[in-house]
Nanobody
Framework: QVQLVESGGGSVQAGGSLRLSCAASGSTSSINTMGWYRQAPGKERELVAS???????NYADSVKGRFTVSRENAKNTLSLQMNTMKPEDTAVYYCHALVRWSGGWFNYWGQGTQVTVSS
Protein backbone atom coordinates (compact mmCIF):
# COMPACT_ATOMS: atom_id res chain seq x y z
CA GLN A 1 0.00 0.00 0.00
CA VAL A 2 1.10 3.51 -0.81
CA GLN A 3 -0.41 6.71 0.53
CA LEU A 4 -0.06 10.02 -1.32
CA VAL A 5 -0.76 13.43 0.17
CA GLU A 6 -0.71 16.58 -1.97
CA SER A 7 -0.23 20.15 -0.83
CA GLY A 8 0.31 23.55 -2.37
CA GLY A 9 -2.80 24.19 -4.43
CA GLY A 10 -4.54 27.53 -4.48
CA SER A 11 -5.48 30.50 -6.60
CA VAL A 12 -3.21 32.60 -8.77
CA GLN A 13 -3.58 35.14 -11.56
CA ALA A 14 -2.58 34.34 -15.11
CA GLY A 15 1.18 34.56 -15.53
CA GLY A 16 1.79 33.62 -11.91
CA SER A 17 3.36 30.55 -10.31
CA LEU A 18 2.41 27.79 -7.92
CA ARG A 19 4.27 24.80 -6.56
CA LEU A 20 2.61 21.49 -5.73
CA SER A 21 4.12 18.86 -3.48
CA CYS A 22 3.28 15.22 -2.92
CA ALA A 23 4.51 13.11 -0.03
CA ALA A 24 4.46 9.34 -0.40
CA SER A 25 4.39 6.89 2.49
CA GLY A 26 3.95 3.16 2.95
CA SER A 27 5.64 0.73 0.55
CA THR A 28 7.55 3.47 -1.23
CA SER A 29 10.33 1.15 -2.38
CA SER A 30 7.81 -0.42 -4.75
CA ILE A 31 7.03 2.86 -6.54
CA ASN A 32 8.06 3.02 -10.18
CA THR A 33 6.79 6.13 -11.97
CA MET A 34 5.29 9.11 -10.15
CA GLY A 35 3.38 11.89 -11.78
CA TRP A 36 0.81 14.63 -11.73
CA TYR A 37 -2.57 14.42 -13.42
CA ARG A 38 -5.33 17.01 -13.58
CA GLN A 39 -9.03 17.04 -14.17
CA ALA A 40 -11.00 20.10 -15.15
CA PRO A 41 -14.81 20.25 -14.82
CA GLY A 42 -16.47 18.24 -17.56
CA LYS A 43 -13.19 16.86 -18.83
CA GLU A 44 -11.30 13.61 -18.46
CA ARG A 45 -8.31 13.28 -16.19
CA GLU A 46 -5.10 13.92 -18.12
CA LEU A 47 -1.41 13.49 -17.54
CA VAL A 48 0.46 16.70 -16.77
CA ALA A 49 3.94 15.41 -16.04
CA SER A 50 5.62 12.28 -14.75
CA UNK A 51 9.06 11.09 -13.78
CA UNK A 52 10.45 7.57 -13.66
CA UNK A 53 12.37 6.09 -10.76
CA UNK A 54 15.51 6.87 -12.80
CA UNK A 55 14.55 10.55 -12.98
CA UNK A 56 13.42 10.69 -16.61
CA UNK A 57 10.66 13.30 -16.98
CA ASN A 58 7.74 13.38 -19.37
CA TYR A 59 5.46 16.36 -20.00
CA ALA A 60 2.16 17.03 -21.70
CA ASP A 61 2.65 19.33 -24.68
CA SER A 62 0.41 21.93 -23.07
CA VAL A 63 2.80 22.46 -20.15
CA LYS A 64 6.22 21.99 -21.74
CA GLY A 65 8.47 24.93 -21.00
CA ARG A 66 6.21 26.15 -18.20
CA PHE A 67 6.04 23.30 -15.68
CA THR A 68 8.89 21.37 -14.08
CA VAL A 69 8.45 18.04 -12.31
CA SER A 70 11.01 16.87 -9.79
CA ARG A 71 11.36 13.84 -7.58
CA GLU A 72 13.45 13.14 -4.49
CA ASN A 73 13.54 9.39 -3.97
CA ALA A 74 15.35 9.66 -0.64
CA LYS A 75 12.54 11.81 0.75
CA ASN A 76 9.72 10.09 -1.16
CA THR A 77 8.47 13.39 -2.50
CA LEU A 78 7.30 14.67 -5.86
CA SER A 79 6.96 18.32 -6.80
CA LEU A 80 5.50 20.31 -9.66
CA GLN A 81 6.67 23.85 -10.24
CA MET A 82 4.13 25.67 -12.38
CA ASN A 83 5.16 28.95 -14.01
CA THR A 84 3.51 31.27 -16.50
CA MET A 85 0.19 29.79 -15.59
CA LYS A 86 -2.88 30.10 -17.79
CA PRO A 87 -6.61 29.97 -17.02
CA GLU A 88 -6.76 26.63 -18.83
CA ASP A 89 -4.48 25.19 -16.14
CA THR A 90 -7.42 25.42 -13.74
CA ALA A 91 -8.22 21.93 -12.48
CA VAL A 92 -7.95 19.53 -9.59
CA TYR A 93 -4.42 18.17 -9.59
CA TYR A 94 -3.74 14.61 -8.46
CA CYS A 95 -0.51 12.95 -7.45
CA HIS A 96 -0.12 9.47 -8.91
CA ALA A 97 2.19 6.55 -8.21
CA LEU A 98 2.61 3.42 -10.32
CA VAL A 99 3.58 0.60 -8.01
CA ARG A 100 5.08 -2.79 -8.80
CA TRP A 101 3.74 -5.30 -6.27
CA SER A 102 3.65 -9.11 -6.27
CA GLY A 103 4.13 -9.32 -10.02
CA GLY A 104 1.42 -6.81 -10.81
CA TRP A 105 1.09 -3.08 -11.41
CA PHE A 106 -1.11 -0.88 -9.27
CA ASN A 107 -2.18 2.75 -9.45
CA TYR A 108 -2.37 4.94 -6.36
CA TRP A 109 -3.84 8.45 -6.20
CA GLY A 110 -3.76 11.32 -3.81
CA GLN A 111 -6.91 13.13 -2.74
CA GLY A 112 -6.36 16.00 -5.17
CA THR A 113 -5.70 19.69 -4.73
CA GLN A 114 -7.54 22.53 -6.45
CA VAL A 115 -5.62 24.94 -8.67
CA THR A 116 -7.44 28.00 -9.99
CA VAL A 117 -5.94 30.47 -12.45
CA SER A 118 -7.85 33.69 -13.05
CA SER A 119 -7.47 35.87 -16.12
Amino acid sequence: QVQLVESGGGSVQAGGSLRLSCAASGSTSSINTMGWYRQAPGKERELVASVTSDGVPNYADSVKGRFTVSRENAKNTLSLQMNTMKPEDTAVYYCHALVRWSGGWFNYWGQGTQVTVSS
